[in-house]
């Protein structure tokens, strides 16, 4: 696959195969994801990895429980009720696979974008492999409680700044139309 194609037909997948991912794989996606631009050539970012089901399943569960919660003092979360609400629910949609990409704050201020790039190379390079993957806002939210933090171990002085899902994909990818870009100037 090309990389216009890889870009073109990347989407977020919400649908997983139950077939796991092979760890060479994950490491190669996490290889891809270090190859990405990083202010003051900094490198301030750490990977983790979960692929134990009970642990994703347990993450999915208190996630789902966690963002209810919030629903009171965010009230745009209001649409998500129903199906936070919905026991049959999973947030990571069934990924065998969890890469959190942690920024190191205090190594660089530019942290949380280069991860965001990182992330954007580790999604394409799954792409490129044939699997989904899907940004897990609520599961970035949960896990920067001090609950999350604690219970899952993310270390001091780390930041979730990306948690992708990876997986073989339960449907077809499909390029998705977009809006032109709004250019502001061009000088």
Known sequence: MDLKEA????????AYERKPVEKA???????AAVQAPCGMAAQAWSFAVIEDAELLADLDARTK?????MIESVPPLERYRPILEDP???IMFGAPVLVLVCARPDVSPSAETDCALA??????????HGLGTCWMGFVELYLESAEGRERFGIPEGHKIAAPIIVGYPAVKFTAVNR???????WK
């Open 7 to 14: 870009i073109y037909t990347r989407r977020s997948i919400r």
């Open 25 to 31: 794989v994950v490491r190669e996606l996490i290889e």
């Open 65 to 69: 429980t966690f963002m209810l919660g």
């Open 88 to 90: 049959g629910f999973r």
């Open 119 to 128: 992330a954007e190379n580790l999604m394409l390079a799954a792409r490129g």
């Open 179 to 185: 809006k032109a870009p709004d250019l502001l100037f």
